[in-house]
Each structure stands twice: as C-alpha cells, then as structure tokens.
C-alpha cells in the first residue's frame, strides 16, 4: 500500500515568517505590530510615533467608538440646529444642567470642538491606513503567490505520498487542478504554488474605503444642507426663496444660489380618518393635490404628496409633515365696512385638532367714534364639538360639528415696537378686553355662518361657511445622501467578505524520492486556524490522487489500487480525519 502521512507536524506548527519566510508572509495587508524606536531627543521621532499609534487599527476602531458614543447625546438632548425651542424649554426646567451642558457643547454636539476633533482624527487615520495598504495589496495581485517552504510538514495542514508517475506529469495535474478550482496558480521550481481569497482584503478595504466614503457624505451634507418649514392654505401657493419660508436652516457653506428653482400651488388636501374601533380618529390617508412648475418658465404639472412619498425637484424634496384647519374670517367695523377677509390658520394642539390661534386686525380699522385702533381675536377650534356640556376640546378630526370659539380685544397689538412675535399667539399686555352685558370678558362660539357683534357699535366678526384646510410642508435638500447610503451597502458588503472569505496558500510538491519514486507533498496554510483549509486541502488532495496514484512502499506489500484517498493533517488541537 502507498504511506500516507496523518500525523500531526513533528513540532508545534509555526506559521510566522520566521519559520516559513515568504510563504507566511503578505497574507494580509495590516501593518506589523511594531514598537517604534524612538530616539532619545527629537520631534521626528515622536511625530513619527503618534502617526504610527494613530494609523493603527486598534485606534480607528477606538476613535469609531467614542464618534458613536459622541452622538448619543446629539439624539438625546435637544439640538439648537433642530428645534430651538425645545432648547430653551429644557433650559427653563433644568437651570442646573443647561450652564454645564452649554460649556461642553451638548445643545450643539455635532458642531462642537470635541466631537470636530474626533471626526477629523477618524478620517486621518482611516486614509493613514487604507493609502498604504492598498498599495501593498496591488503590488501582492501584480505578483505571484511565493514558492513552497523547505519544509512543507511545518504547515498547519499537510499530506504526502509516493506515485509511479513523472513528477512533471504531478505538477502539471496539480496546476490544472487548482487553477480549476479558482486559485492563482503558477510552477515555481519543484513545486506548484497558489494563492486563493484575495476578496477577503478586497472587502476589507472596502469596508474602510466606504467608511471615508460615508464620513465625506455626512460633512458635505452637513455643511451644503438646507432645510425649510412653510404652511399653506388651501389655494396659495409657495416659491422656493428665502422669504417665503416661515422658518429655515442651512449648513455654514450653503449658499441662496444652491436653491432649486421651482414653485407650486396647494390645490386641495385630502384627509380621511377611522370611524371607529380603537383606532378611531387616526389618520389613514392625507394627500395634498399640487400643481407644480420648474424653472421660470417651467409649464404646470399636477402631482399628489403624501406622508413619507415626497415631491423630488432637483436636489430637493418636498415633505408633507403636517396638517390643521383655516377658518375663513370676516371682520367688520362699526359702519360695515370689511377690514378683514381671510383664511386664519390655527395650530392644532391634540389627534383630534383641537386648534388654537389669533385673529389680529392690524390696520383699516376705526372704533365707533371713528378713532383708530387695533382688534385681536384669541381663536379656539373645534372641527367635531360635542355639545354644550362636554369639554372643550374636539371629540374627532374631520369636521363633523365645527365650532369657533373666541374672545375679542381691541388696542396695541405690540406689533409697531419692531419686535418679532409670532402670528399664532396674541400679546395681551397692552389689550383690553371688550365686556358682555354682565360685564365679563365677550367670549362666544360661533357655527359656520355665525357672527358675534362687538358691543357699542365697536363691528362685527363673523365666522363664514366656508373652512378651508392647510398642509406644512417640509422642502429639504440633503446633498451626499446617495453617497451616503451607497457607502453603507459598501460598508455591509466588504464586512461580510472579509469575515466569511478566509485567504489561504496550497503548495504541491513533487520531486524524485531516494529510491527514484516520486514523492509527492501537499499543504495548507491560512490566515488564521480554521477547518476550512485541511477540509479543502483534503479535498484537493483526493482528486490529484486520483490522477497520481499511491505507489507501493518499499517497506509494505505491493500498492492496492482500491487504497483509499490520502487524508490530511489538521490543524494544531483539531482531530485527524
């Protein structure tokens, strides 16, 4: 029978490039672990160890952690950039905590000097290590893989025998075989050497090319992003230009110019809601028909936007976030005449738009001795009232029992100081409230149709049939988005090959034995100990011996043809097969 050799290597198995040189070596592109002599003086010398220490991978991973952990409290605690209110809230409940945070810059984290910092050193690091890396791995693929060490029984897996076939006939069989089977495969002296899993770095560094890739993204976003808050009645119409946003937000690189030019028209707006069950009241469609035009001299087209299906013009989209009701108001003066006539827009304050606002009559008016003077109307509205007798809050969203309620006042606004104050909230300190006959505050509510009469001739305000409905909408321009999310399937895609492809070397060796028989060595070796490489050595193994087979040794009976495949050696602490 032909010997074959299933016993573990002589000594334990050593695989660095001590024991094996080239063979063991260039396996992967990471930098060797070394520790840097430092000269005793010298700023080079320390620059050059810093440079080292952070274009390690050790603290590309480190300064990845502490970026995740930096943007915790970005999620967590309310953002000046996002909504400054919510800011100035959490500074009036926690007047302990805001002075602390505002000096570690945690109401502005991803702007701050810290989490700046760690940015740029991840992306320094992350191009410190990729750069060299990538230029080792393209030198390793214009190479070849490296000749077969002296001993071959060194190697983790291994497996030999002895054939009555020419060892040019072993090694051409072998050459075949393993280019078949995908390796890089070329002869190199006695021997036949390839090299399998190059996508195993190829991942690896797309992982971390994709990760600069996704760090790039999210700072030009940052820095070129805008983003803007406008409301709209039923009927009106917006145009994208700074003035007409009611509120916007924009990186510190971006510029008017970077808007898309493009306007529409809020034709109508759709909402239907559950009737019943315990979902009731909740929304199941809101769309708002559009007509739209790009350009200044773009033709209209006509689109539907609902939640979550934005309207893409360009590099902007248009949000539907929001939605509320807009009472068609007429205000008249002592003698009749209309000094105001429009849709007012309240903010709804629960699901059932309960709605608040103000009604402000700013200029035309004259009170009954025909002085000028100024009216406000704090507005409460109620799409589904339940009667007298119930809360005053709606009992469903659509309009199904609609009521105005409000209370009249007449003298400074407080809007002739210069001071900005919001159209939806009405200033009481210099107001004075008109009375009822017993003398209280005039509050009444109105049904569609209805008008309360201010008293002493003062006007009138009526509250008309018609109720129109108003949508916010969100016109947001992001710019890196697509590079950011093609980085991230990059990102998926290169992890998942570097961790489940394993880079691996196969060496077959065939050479005249003493006694003229050929003798013929096969190995593995991988990156790291895995079943994978004596499995497919194994493998290997069995077929070349089909082609080469096992010739008799001298010292045993004459070779049996039916002598089973050779089995190969695992590696160290693994079970013979």
Known sequence: MSKTKTSAPESTPATGDEDLGAAGSQLSTAPADEIANLPSLGVIGWARWFWRQLTSM??????????????????????????????????????????????LGLFHVYSSVWFSAIYILLFVSLIGCIV????????????????????????????????????????????ALLKKRRFRAHLAGDAVAAEKGYLREVGNLAFHIALIVMLIAFAWGQLFKSEGNKLIVEGDGFSNTLTQYDDFKAGSLFSQDDLDPFSFTLKDFKGTYEVSGPNRGTPRTYEADLTYSTGADGKDKKTTVKVNEPLEIGDSKVYLVSHGYAPVITVRDGKGAIVFQDAVPLLPLDGNVTSTGAIKVMDGYRDAQGKWDQLGFQAFFLPSYGGAGTA???????????????????????????????????????????????????????????????????????????????????VARQPGSGWALAGALAAIFGLAASLFIQRRRVWVRAAPGPDGVTVVEMAGLGRSESAKVPEELGDLAGILFEQAPGAADPDDEPADPSSPDPQVAPAEGAEPK
């Not at 309310?78 to 209110?85: H, N, V, Y």
């Not at 109105?446 to 009138?460: D, I, Q, R, V």
């Open 58 to 103: 050790r603290v590309a991973l480190l300064l990845l952690l502490l970026l995740s952990l930096g943007a915790i409290p970005g999620s967590l605690i309310p953002q000046t950039g996002i909504d400054e209110a919510k800011v100035a809230e959490f500074r009036q409940a926690h007047e302990t905590l805001a002075p602390i945070y505002d000096k």
């Open 132 to 175: 060299p890396r990538t230029w080792q791995f393209v030198g390793q693929l214009r190479g070849r893989p490296p000749g077969a060490p002296r001993r071959l029984t060194r190697l983790p897996a291994y497996t030999t025998w002895r054939t009555e076939a020419e060892p040019e006939q072993v090694r051409e069989a072998a050459l």
């Open 392 to 474: 005053v809050v709606s009992q469903f969203p659509a309009l199904l029992n609609p009521v105005l309620n409000l209370e009249a006042y007449h003298g400074s606004l407080g809007v002739n100081a210069g001071l900005p104050q919001s159209v939806y909230q009405l200033d009481k300190q210099k107001l004075k409230g008109f009375k009822d006959s017993k003398g209280k505050q005039l509050r009444e509510n109105l049904k569609p149709g209805e008008t309360m009469k201010l008293p002493n001739g003062a006007g009138s305000i009526t509250f008309e049939k018609e109720i129109k409905e108003w949508a916010g909408f969100q």
